[in-house]
């Protein structure tokens, strides 16, 4: 057998040893990036500097800002609500969870990301609106998103707090459409979690009663009612239901 294996070592180290000269002679080309602090030689160039600084400020803070202003919130409450219900608190992982929030919210979102790039992004990449325009334009399909899903009551709370007079809903600021849009999706989640956890609180009470008459005290009801809700939640096709609901309550 080592005879057999020997003519082939011998060609493999052969070619590995060729192709470490060819990359010797042949360098890889690698760009160099190079980072220039000076003086300003006028004002103009510090401003310039500062607006850069402020939008890789922005662009770090952007993902979280989209999530806060998008159906992420709601999603991601309700399938932390329901791991807990079930009583699997390291199944599924968070990632995983975060993960499908983050897919759903982006089917859920298509139409509007589709409309502030037809409207916004593509006319400013074009060069046929301003900077400032664009943002507006791009604010319009998120305001009237965030205002169609808040309930009224807590968009008056930030308006009264915001003293504005005379309010029109589609005028509203963006500082004050997201905290009450954000309040209004808790709540929402909420409701959907509580309605999510009767099904497994009944069946953890009819297991620790049943415990508990057969004088099982020192028997932990949590490992009777896990399987029998694991069974409940994959005969009723658990994960379906609440998938349907929650892209459901946004049309």
Known sequence: MRRKFLPV????????????????????????????????????EVVASVR??????????????????????????VLALLRTAIGTFQAP??????????????????PVYNQINEEALAPFLNGEISQMEAQERAAEPLREFMLRHTREKDLDLFVRMAEIEDPVPEELPLTVVIPAFMISELQTAFQMGFMLYLPFLIIDIVVAS??????????????????????????????????????????
């Open 9 to 44: 070592l011998i060609i493999m180290g052969a070619v590995l040893f060729l192709g470490a000269q060819q990359a010797k002679a042949e360098p890889i080309p690698i760009p160099s990036i190079e980072l220039t602090i000076g003086t300003p030689e006028s004002p103009g």
């Open 52 to 77: 850069l600084l402020i939008f890789l400020t922005v662009i770090s803070l952007l993902p979280a800002f989209l999530v806060m202003m998008t159906s992420f919130i709601r999603i991601v409450v």
């Open 93 to 110: 992982p968070g990632s995983v969870l975060i993960g499908l929030a983050l897919f759903l919210t982006v089917f859920i979102m298509a």
């Open 210 to 251: 049943i415990l508990l008459s057969m004088g099982m005290f020192m028997l932990p009801p949590v490992m009777i009612s896990l399987p029998f809700k694991l069974l409940l939640f994959v005969l009723v096709d658990g994960w379906y239901l609440v998938v349907r609901s929650l892209v459901e309550s946004f049309v």
